[in-house]
């Protein structure tokens, strides 16, 4: 083959999950059946309302256009809402929030926004596999920083002041945090705030675990004078059950939105208005959906527990998101070898923390986006195995 990709994506593997999710299939297709306990892809529906106000607005013949690209603003004043009532953050609808496709997308943006080749980016490890990807994919230079089990899984600010940063343009972090469910504390905000004021740095905070297993949700925005060198990402697809919509969220000062708005002009033309109605519809739920929501990931918390210890695993109780996070026991050789194992003679799939970095070589992590019949399931077939 005489066609050659480019020299960005050389560093860039298929995405860890794309590739498992493919090897799942073919053992399915060869008849073995698989019980995916991997990823954090929620199981359960939108609320009724919102599936309404979707079916209603997409009977009206005029919601099947091109949409601005700043999003509708029934969806910019319905995220402002919702940070004002869950956060108590005033954000100005027009020009500190621009709506996405999910946050993902948010952080390829903000890396083409703000990012040249060869300056260096913080990335979390263990963290998201997708900063250090993107990270490579804009040809920034990337310097993992280490969240240890220790410090509650938080950045040591004295190894980051020890650092070099004179090239450092840009911080990634993501509390409550994944994949290891530390939470944020106001403090940690404020140090991260003062830290990228020091040097400079825009500091990315990636939140869209707040509202699971999580009492007291946070913005980085919170913090007096963050917008100065803050960014943050939000999302429906966790708190709203709506992965698979694809709506999310960035907030930030208006001018760090027109940055980010000149890349996103150019790489998609606007969402669905229908859809975005529906998700303004989400935002604006009360407490009552955020009660159930967490009230069907306690009673599953419970069985990933009891997974954790068959497995003979230790874990904080304390964990906020979608996942369960654990250390293997001692005499485990490898995070892969426990989940390969577990999945050839379980069946059972279980992601080995070793993905999200070398911070997660002695982890797993069990996703809570199953039902308790198919942890109860799984219960049974490691019992069995
Ligand atoms: C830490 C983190 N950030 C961002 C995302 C992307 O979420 P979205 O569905 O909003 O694109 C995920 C999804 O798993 C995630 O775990």
Redesign the pocket.
Same mark, same amino acid.
């Not at 999910?102 to 997308?105: A, C, L, M, V, W």
């Given at each position: 083959m005489q066609i050659h990709p480019a020299n960005r994506i050389s560093e860039v593997k298929e995405y860890y999950f794309s590739k498992k999710l493919r090897e799942i299939d073919q053992m399915r297709q060869q008849g073995i059946d698989i019980i995916n306990l991997g990823i954090?892809n929620p199981d359960r529906p939108p609320h009724p309302e919102v599936l309404k106000e979707l079916y209603n607005s997409s009977s009206e013949l005029g919601n099947h256009g091109y949409q601005s690209y700043i999003g509708v603003p029934e969806l910019r004043n319905a995220f402002a809402q919702w940070y004002k009532a869950h956060f108590k953050v005033t954000l100005n609808p027009a020009s500190e929030i621009l709506p996405l496709i =999910?946050?993902?997308?948010g952080i390829m943006h903000i890396s083409m926004a703000f990012l040249n080749p060869g300056d260096e980016v913080l990335v979390p490890n263990p963290g998201?596999p997708?900063y250090a990807s993107v990270s490579n994919l804009v040809e920034a230079k990337m310097i993992s920083y280490d969240l240890e089990e220790e410090q509650d899984w938080q950045p040591d600010f004295d190894k980051l002041e020890a650092m070099d940063l004179s090239k450092v343009k840009l911080m990634w972090v993501?509390y409550p945090n994944?994949p290891t469910g530390a939470n944020a504390t106001p403090e940690l905000l404020e140090k991260l705030v003062r830290f990228g004021k020091k040097h400079n740095i825009l500091i990315c905070n990636?939140n869209?675990y707040s509202f699971i297993l999580n009492d007291n949700p946070l913005s980085i925005f919170r913090v007096e004078g963050a917008k100065e060198t803050c960014i943050e990402?939000n999302?429906l697809?966790k708190s709203h059950n709506m992965?698979g919509w694809?709506v =999310?969220m960035v907030a930030a000062a208006p001018e760090l939105i027109q940055y980010i708005i000149r890349v996103k002009s150019n790489v998609d033309s606007g969402m669905f208005k229908p859809l975005q109605l529906a998700a303004a519809k989400a935002l604006s739920l009360d407490k009552d959906w955020y009660t159930e929501v967490n009230r069907a990931y306690k009673e599953r918390r419970e069985l990933a527990w009891k997974i954790m210890d068959m497995l003979g695993c230790s874990y904080s109780k304390n964990q906020s998101g979608m996942f369960i996070w654990a250390k293997i026991p001692d005499s485990a050789e490898s995070p892969e070898q426990l989940t390969d194992a577990v999945l050839k003679n379980a069946r059972v799939f279980i992601t080995p923390g070793s993905i999200f970095g070398k911070g997660g070589n002695r982890h797993i992590r069990i996703s809570l986006c199953s039902t308790t019949a198919v942890l109860n399931e799984s219960i049974q077939r490691i019992s069995n195995s």
């Open positions: 954090g =999910g946050s993902k997308e998201y997708t993501n994944m990636d869209p990402l999302s697809s992965a694809r =999310g």
